[in-house]
């Protein structure tokens, strides 16, 4: 079988981190909706991944795992591969540990602890190292995969400073670049998508709807960008259409930041 042919969204098995609800969600409709068959991974919204499932029968599992516990991702990998008779062939890193985009309520630089930016560092970049292990035997066996890690465009436009969570999206972007090179020779692809605020997600919804007005007034698309909109764009890198593209980091905002 050739790597477009394998490459097909339809013949994917992928698994989307937090994907029970906010972005997570629209990322999984955007991939059920092209015919792949998605693991919903969750770690508290069981309700949510069941009813998310739900709308795709037969096409959609939900598992509960917490992807910062090596060998729960381990587990929840082998409960995807019985379920669909195939290995994961695409990863999507979006599960983000608990986090309100609230400018107000931001820890600043005299009150910022490393236990804050810990918790950021161990959720994003040891989550997105526990599931690229996870997912190696079965890309390998596969001789095709994608990995595709949920950046944000605030590391270069830092318009509020949310450090913990910035810093951890940064290293994300380093792990991404790092481990293309590492494992572009057996076919695995790994990129990122980085959005700026989107409207609107449960992390989203503490932001002031000022701020939405802000920023769809300095974009030149003059709106801020959905969740829909977003998840479109892991469609490309997972598909066919980026078989060519590894370490790289696509902003997906509106324009509103212009280099990646």
């Known amino acids: 079988m050739s790597l477009d042919t394998i490459s097909e969204l339809?013949?994917?098995v992928v698994l989307v981190t937090g994907g029970a609800r906010g972005l997570g969600a629209s990322l999984v409709r955007a991939f059920?909706?092209?015919?792949?068959?998605?693991?919903?991974?969750?770690?508290?919204?069981?309700a949510g991944a069941q009813a998310l499932a739900a709308e795709f029968p037969g096409q959609c599992l939900a598992v509960q795992a917490d992807v910062t516990d090596a060998q729960a991702v381990q587990a929840m990998f082998a409960a995807a591969r019985q379920h669909f008779g195939a290995p994961v062939t695409t990863v999507v890193n979006n599960a983000l540990p608990a986090?309100?985009?609230?400018?107000?309520?931001?820890?600043?630089?005299?009150t910022l602890r490393w236990a804050d930016l810990h918790q950021q560092?161990?959720?994003?970049?040891?989550?997105?190292?526990?599931?690229?292990?996870a997912a190696l035997a079965g890309m390998q066996e596969a001789g095709f995969g994608r990995i595709i890690n949920i950046?944000?465009?605030?590391?270069?436009?830092?318009?509020v400073p949310y450090h913990d969570y910035t810093a951890a999206k940064a290293a994300l972007l380093s792990l991404t670049r790092t481990l293309s090179q590492d494992l572009g020779p057996q076919q695995i692809t790994v990129n990122m998508i980085s959005g700026g605020l989107l409207r609107?997600?449960?992390?989203?919804?503490?932001?002031?709807?000022?701020v939405f007005d802000l920023i769809a007034a300095s974009t030149p698309l003059r709106?801020?960008?959905?969740?829909?909109?977003?998840?479109?764009?892991?469609?490309f890198f997972a598909g066919p259409w980026a078989r060519a593209v590894t370490g790289q980091n696509l902003v997906v905002d509106g324009g509103l930041v212009k280099n990646g």
């Open 223 to 235: 709106r801020v960008t959905t969740p829909e909109e977003f998840a479109d764009a892991a469609l």
């Open 121 to 133: 560092l161990e959720g994003v970049v040891g989550g997105a190292l526990n599931t690229t292990q």
């Open 10 to 12: 339809s013949r994917q």
């Open 151 to 159: 950046g944000t465009n605030l590391f270069q436009n830092p318009v």
């Open 200 to 210: 609107t997600t449960d992390a989203s919804a503490a932001t002031p709807e000022a």
């Open 32 to 46: 059920a909706r092209q015919g792949a068959r998605v693991v919903i991974n969750y770690l508290t919204s069981a």
């Open 99 to 110: 986090f309100k985009f609230n400018g107000d309520a931001r820890p600043h630089a005299d």
